[in-house]
């Protein structure tokens, strides 16, 4: 990694025009990568606590300027702990020494540390972003505050993420439902073109449900039914 002047404005703009265009995944992806990059760090990953509350599973994680495999490990006795509870900390050197339980560092020859709790807007703890060193880590001042805007954006990507993961086993959970149920069900969207159709419908019109879907409730009926709703609606 060639090593460049840290100075807070750089970083700033290699975090915002890196990740500025990316959403999700590709966002945290992202982070990782500008914040190594910004840093000038050996690795930068991005976690997420997991329900238990007791461990971190890595969702993006850069190494060396390369995208390496995700890993899961135990708060307990490592630095992480400390910047999950204090929403920063920092240890330009030594911090293995300050950490011996944790062997990841002291494993990985770790000198310098920079974490960054990730919160949603009530400041529930909901993962980490963490800068790592083989060598004493040197970082700008106002840093902290920097990171802090890039951890906030990661809440709300999290929350979404979480979010659209319920709302996808929610419509699962749905669809299971009503397409096992006994009787008839056919959804419409507002052109009148079928979205929904299950088994036992599809049946009664004498089709499959992949020969519904997408198309017009009024293909499949006669002249007179359609006069009939046309009148009715």
Not at 3 to 24: F, K, V, W, Y
Not at 85 to 90: E, S, V
Not at 100 to 126: K, S, T
């Amino acid at each position: 990694m060639t090593s460049m002047p840290l100075d807070l404005e750089r970083c700033a703009a290699i975090l915002l025009n890196g990740t500025a265009q990316h959403t999700g995944s590709r966002f945290f992806n992202a982070l990782a990568r500008c914040t190594c990059d910004a840093l000038q760090t050996k690795q930068a990953f991005v976690g997420e606590l997991l329900p238990c509350g007791s461990r971190i599973r890595s969702i993006a994680n850069w190494n060396w300027g390369l995208k390496s495999e995700p890993f899961e490990y135990a708060l307990k006795s490592t630095p992480c702990a400390d910047a999950m509870d204090k929403g920063y900390r920092f240890y330009p050197c030594a911090v293995q020494r300050h950490f011996p339980e944790d062997r990841l560092l002291v494993d990985m020859g770790i000198e310098g540390y920079l974490g960054v709790a990730i919160r949603d807007h009530n400041g529930n703890p909901l993962g980490i972003l963490v800068a790592i060193h083989d060598h004493p880590l040197a970082v700008p001042q106002g840093i902290d505050a920097v990171l802090g805007l890039f951890a906030s954006r990661a809440a709300a990507e999290m929350a979404r993420q979480h979010s659209d993961k319920e709302l996808a086993l929610s419509e699962a959970r749905y669809r299971q439902i009503v397409s096992t149920c006994l009787e008839g069900v056919w959804m419409i969207d507002e052109f009148s073109n079928t979205t929904f159709v299950n088994d036992r419908m599809a049946k009664m019109m004498g089709h499959l449900p992949s020969e519904m879907i997408g198309k017009p409730l009024f293909d499949f009926m006669d002249d007179a039914s359609i006069q009939k709703a046309k009148v009715n609606v």
